[in-house]
């Protein structure tokens, strides 16, 4: 009996072993999965069971889907419409951040400008300044004359609130809920709300606008999509302070390590585009000369976007006195992605025989059409190469080829 037991013990122990799946085994199945393509009938079932819930879901309780695409406000800078995944969005919340003096009221004011011409007139927008330092004649001479605004101002937290109401309620009354909006906060940083403002003790208010904005932001959230507004607020960077032994975890861990924006958690959690910018350098003395402007290089980055891969750092170019410039960014993106020659002559590696200095670049690119030509169709090569097909991942060719088979079979 006893050797008859090991002996079985020893046969279950070789049974074991066996069964033990062999690690590259493993591996290869893991691969496989990632590599799983649906048949013309199997893509065809699967759309097909989840638009029958979607129907179900939307009678049953309502709720409805989203529309899968988003209506964009172009920033008039190629480079950053192309990693914002078209531009700031309408129906959301948007924000800006960044140091004192990184462009960023520049950049919301120029996008407010190229959504009038985008939308030719039919733009509502609304310029909110509680820093009360912005006027008519900065706005204009940055773009916004289609028509020329005038910035509100005495603004607290709960009149941006107010405002937005009120332009959903005309809108819904005039039945233009289609025509898009901006509506520019500058900034959340330095507006009270009406606590704080009429408080003799700061004390006493302490959280007090993080409070209204946890709780007035998730409800205005649904109603900037439903009445399509671009809500495009600025707002500013501070220093994190540890008060403990250890650092507090950064919660948006792209965004400058030691920094943190005022607002509470709200913000990060709702934007559905989060913009930091930080100046990389100043174009003044020599620079200037060569450039022929006095202005900043600034970098920037989405945090934070739900419409193209984040965290893709790009440099916008920028005059203090004209804002940032699409020729002048596009230029230094050809020079870093060596498509433009910048030594004592400057070419493009299309057009070699045109040389030029660097100043009269943008002169050269208005006066001579074949100059122009050239350098828009290597700024487009450029931005879909190095931008769009190294970040964008989603395979749409593959997609809508998938498509287009499915259609062929049907007919």
Known sequence: MDEITIENEKIDEITIENEKPEKNKVASEIVDKGRVQFSIDEE???KDLYAEFSSFLEKKEGITTDTGTKMTISTGIDLADAILGGGFVIGGLNII??????GKTMLAIQTMAQGQRQYKGKLLPIFLDSEESTTTIRLANLGVKHPKIIPYTDITVEK??????SLCVYKIEKNILDTPSVVIWDSIANTLSEKERETE???KVIGQKARVLSMTIPQY????????ICLLAVNQLRDVIDMGQFSAPADLKFMSPTKSMPGGNVLKFNAFQLVEMKVKSAIAGEKAEKYGF???IVKLKCVKNKLFPPNIQIELVGSFTEGFSNFWTNFEFLKTTKRLNSAAWCYL???PEKKFRTRDAEKLYDEDPEFRHAFDASVKEAIQTEVTDKYGMVDNKSESNSDDAEEQNIK
């Open 44 to 46: 065809k079932q699967a």
């Open 97 to 102: 951040v960044g140091q004192p003096g990184s």
């Open 160 to 165: 941006v609130f107010k405002i937005i109401e």
């Open 201 to 203: 003790d700061v004390n």
């Open 221 to 228: 959230v649904t109603k900037l999509a439903k009445n399509n």
């Open 294 to 296: 006095e202005g900043i």
């Open 349 to 351: 590696i299309t057009l």
